[in-house]
């Protein structure tokens, strides 16, 4: 199983970016996808999930509104558009998913319930 993230950048505040994640290994339409990020210094935090296709959302409460997760079958791919970006966003982003979003185990927020992760992409936002 292969994650590959891509699309981080460094841009000023209020601005833009859009995050990738391609899945290869895996049945796409059968796995849950995260986004989780990282600041310096900092433990890792939740960001968004969609625990399958065409399924709910779920997002922290410090990007709702201004970020957004999907994800495309065709493509193996989710993606994170990031809007009205903070400097309180700065940190490397991770993408993972998990094998089985069914489990009752499974809890779209904790980055345990997740089997594979990729590198992780830097965002760096200033002010």
């Known amino acids: 199983v292969q994650l590959q993230a891509s699309g981080g950048g460094s841009v000023q505040t209020g601005g833009s970016l859009r995050l990738s994640c391609i899945v290869s290994?895996?049945?796409?339409?059968?796995?849950?996808v995260g986004w989780f990020r990282q600041a310096p210094g900092k433990g890792r935090e939740f960001v968004a999930a969609?625990?399958?296709?065409?399924?709910?959302?779920y997002y922290a409460d410090s990007v709702k509104g201004r970020f957004a997760i999907s994800r495309d079958g065709a493509k193996s791919a989710a993606y994170l558009q990031m809007s009205s970006l903070k400097p309180e966003d700065t940190a490397d982003y991770y993408c993972?998913?998990?094998?089985?979003?069914?489990?009752?185990?499974?809890?779209?927020?904790?980055?345990?319930?997740?089997?594979?992760w990729g590198q992780g992409t830097q965002v760096t936002v200033s002010s």
């Open positions: 993972a998913i998990s094998s089985d979003p069914f489990s009752s185990t499974y809890d779209y927020a904790r980055g345990r319930s997740y089997d594979y």
């Open positions: 969609i625990p399958w296709s065409a399924g709910p959302q």
């Open positions: 290994g895996r049945t796409f339409s059968r796995i849950a």
